[in-house]
């Protein structure tokens, strides 16, 4: 598996660029985080964050984007 040293530009594997970052653990829901959400920016992980959890996603395909370590 590939790893990025900083979030891509672009999916690897279908080539759009919505790349969400991935926001682990339990974050109270705001009107920001909200806005984020819907638009894309952010998607939520889970609750819990392990080393090789993967930082970034594809809105598009839903690929996940790991980076590097």
Same mark, same amino acid.
Do not use: H
């Given at each position: ?8 530009? &672009?999916?690897? #594997?279908?080539? !759009? ?5 991935? @926001?682990? $653990?339990?974050?109270?829901?705001? &009107?920001?985080? #909200?806005?984020? !959400? ?5 998607? @939520?992980? $889970? ?23």
């Amino acid at each position: 598996m590939k790893r990025y040293r900083k979030k891509p530009r &672009k999916c690897p #594997e279908c080539g !759009l660029s919505q790349i969400a970052t991935i @926001l682990y $653990g339990n974050p109270a829901l705001t &009107k920001d985080l #909200e806005d984020q !959400l819907a638009s894309g920016l952010i998607v @939520l992980g $889970g609750c819990t964050f392990e080393r090789d959890a993967p930082s970034w996603q594809c809105v598009a395909c839903g690929m996940n984007i790991y980076k590097a370590i």
